[in-house]
């Protein structure tokens, strides 16, 4: 190889480089002042940058500032164009939010909106402020904002264990690594302490306990330390990017994969927060795998919601989310890592150890060639027990009477069949039973048998004692044995619903690529789209297309329910290009939820679905589907198009 080869730019390096070049010459720019605790001055630096920038011509206008009462910060806003602030009341008190519809009406150079992980007044547009900005970012609009350290999504855990402070208002790492510019505000913390202790950051009486809960010196140099890591990674990161696009010589690594193996627990959120810190630091993409299991109908409540809420931060933090099925956890991880070039798995530590193999054990053994890393979860919140099925008492009569009925044909036969064919022909009803009835009525029909067993057929007769101590051996060999075929034969059960209802879905989403191949006009396509979603998903449907600057209905099921509010939602959905709607951040009031109709360059309308039970249909296996079939009827509408304008 050439030395020109060696020098050769990387071609990842240079897409890199061209999408930051297009986001530049879009003109839009965060900035985020970025410190390490609260009183640092990063609001300070914020107003005074955007004085300046005022002087040098600039359209600047205040969002969102909160000065906390401090004069020096107060006297910054002077000459300041502020945008009215929206007035709300929840449950009794008053609460103030930046109007996101004036200031992008009013559509200045540079808006100002602090706090960038705070949390909105319920019923807002966005639940979380950072959505409000990335809504501006959209728009066009400059955007200055602050944030402290310990507001990372990242590091909630770490931020945990150091100040013993659950903080609950955070924001994915992937919106701050967005930002063009960070702008550390670094305070020493004798400095930080002293305007504490002044009344410079909050009310004297606030300020002790304070001091006393969180301004502890170790605290606050851990968090300084943190802050301090960050910018300077943040600055590697580019820098290292312009040395590869440029073909500077370096020891540049080979590229890693990371997959965490999420569960249904209370350390779940935890382990992806990890996953992602060691995604980061190693420069890796990363995936997020969910293996549905026959078990995954017995989890509790808040069991589900863990792992919903772990999928959703996955998904937030950049991971791809993958949710598949299986009979053994272990044996899919390791599938899929060593199909898709996993270089390292990341999975909890086990709590307990055993007779049996741990996931851990199992994966290592299955994995020789990656890397496995193990973490240990602190749990805050005690877990569930786990949610006992419904029983169905029908089954167990329809149970005891084919064992019944068996034993009274068996005992007709009594002197031809002998004992051992006897024991079989009991066995038989335990078997249907464990193959339509589930695995309780089974093992109740195995119980049920081996009495009946005993009373009619072993002496002494009309009797449950045991004269051999063979036959209880027997017995308890029989139970065994029924347990496992109950156990094969619902698993069994389970696959064939699993794989149904994937035949089912492939063949529905088959059709629909079929017959939009063929459609004629946009009504026939959206016809087609309602049709073929009711074979897979029980909901009502609407899509909307945009026509004057709007979105209006162009097809919908009976049921759906359209008001100026849900139309409000699918203009923003199809201005943005975003999700919104129920099961969502954005707009989660709403009735319905809302799907953009994408190409590769365009949005060609918007699709609303509402279901019954949005929790247990918007799973993120679902929403591939619902996204795959909003794709679809994207390319037909934007295929016909084309025709259209070429006739």
Not at 63 to 88: M, N
Not at 147 to 175: A, K, W
Not at 424 to 453: C, D, E, H, N, W
Request: glycine share 6%.
């Amino acid at each position: 190889m050439t030395d020109t080869e060696d020098k050769r730019p990387e071609p990842e390096s240079l897409l890199e480089i061209a999408r930051q070049e297009e986001t530049a010459k879009k003109s839009v720019k965060l900035t985020i002042y970025f410190g390490a605790a609260p009183g640092g001055g990063k609001t300070y630096s914020m107003l005074y940058d955007a004085r300046m920038r005022k002087q040098e011509g600039i359209d600047v206008v205040i969002g969102y500032v909160e000065t906390h009462g401090r004069s020096e910060t107060e006297a910054l806003l002077k000459g300041l164009e502020t945008i009215p602030l929206v007035r709300t009341e929840y449950k009794g008190v008053r609460l103030s939010e930046m109007d996101l519809d004036a200031v992008l009406a009013r559509r200045p150079g540079i808006v100002l909106v602090d706090e960038l992980a705070h949390t909105n007044a319920p019923n807002s547009r966005h639940g979380k402020r950072y959505q409000d900005v990335e809504e501006l970012l959209n728009a066009g609009i400059d955007v200055y904002s602050t944030l402290n350290v310990q507001h990372l999504e990242s590091l909630n855990d770490i931020v945990f264990r150091i100040t013993g402070i659950r903080v609950s208002e955070t924001i994915p790492d992937t919106f701050f690594q967005l930002a063009d510019e960070i702008k550390l505000v670094d305070l020493p913390f004798e400095e930080l302490l002293k305007r504490l202790k002044e009344g410079k950051v909050y009310a004297k009486d606030m300020a002790e306990n304070a001091v006393k809960r969180f301004f502890k010196p170790g605290n606050l140099l851990a968090l300084r330390e943190m802050s301090l890591r960050l910018v300077a990674g943040s600055v590697d990161e580019k820098m290292l990017l312009y040395m590869r696009a440029h073909a500077i010589a370096g020891p540049w690594s080979a590229t890693e994969r990371v997959l965490v193996g999420v569960l249904a627990s209370p350390y779940a959120e935890q382990l992806v927060r990890s996953a992602f810190r060691i995604a980061s630091d190693l420069s890796a993409e990363w995936v997020a795998l969910y293996v549905e299991t026959a078990s995954h109908t017995q989890l509790s409540d808040k069991e589900q919601e863990w792992l919903k809420n772990a999928l959703d931060l996955a998904e937030k933090l950049g991971a791809r989310v993958v949710w598949t099925k299986g009979d053994d956890v272990a044996e899919e991880i390791a599938r899929y890592a060593q199909g898709h070039n996993v270089t390292k798995i990341v999975i909890g530590k086990p709590r307990r150890f055993g007779l049996f193999p741990t996931l851990a054990r199992k994966i290592l053994v299955r994995t020789r060639d990656i890397d496995v890393f193990l973490f240990a979860g602190k749990s805050e919140q005690p877990v569930p027990k786990k949610k006992i099925g419904i029983i169905n008492p029908l089954n167990y009569v329809m149970s005891g009477v084919a064992v019944i009925l068996g034993s009274l044909f068996g005992f007709l036969l009594r002197d031809i069949l002998g004992q051992v064919n006897l024991l079989f022909l009991m066995l038989l009803p335990v078997v249907i039973i464990a193959i339509f009835l589930g695995r309780g009525a089974s093992i109740f029909a195995a119980i049920l048998s081996v009495l009946i067993f005993d009373f009619l057929f072993i002496p002494p007769y009309f009797s449950f004692a045991v004269s051999d101590v063979r036959y209880f051996l027997s017995y308890l060999m029989f139970i065994a044995f029924a347990f496992v075929i109950s156990n094969l034969a619902s698993n069994l059960q389970y696959k064939v619903q699993q794989l149904q209802q994937s035949e089912s879905r492939t063949i529905t989403l088959y059709g629909l690529s079929r017959d939009l191949v063929t459609a004629q006009s946009i009504e026939q396509v959206l016809h087609l789209m309602i049709r073929h979603t009711g074979q897979i998903f029980p909901c009502d449907m609407a899509i909307f297309l945009p026509g004057n600057g709007e979105v209006s209905v162009r097809a919908s099921t009976d049921g759906f329910r359209i008001n100026p509010k849900e139309l409000s939602i699918a203009t923003w959905v199809w201005l943005n290009g975003e999700p919104a709607g129920l099961g969502t951040d954005t707009l989660p009031e709403a009735w319905a939820y809302y799907l953009p109709m994408k190409t590769a360059d365009t949005i060609k309308g918007v699709v609303g679905f509402h279901f019954d039970s949005i929790l247990e249909v918007l799973t993120p296996e679902n929403k591939v589907v619902l996204d795959t079939i909003a794709r679809l009827g994207a390319l037909a509408i934007e295929r016909i198009g084309s025709k259209d304008s070429k006739e």
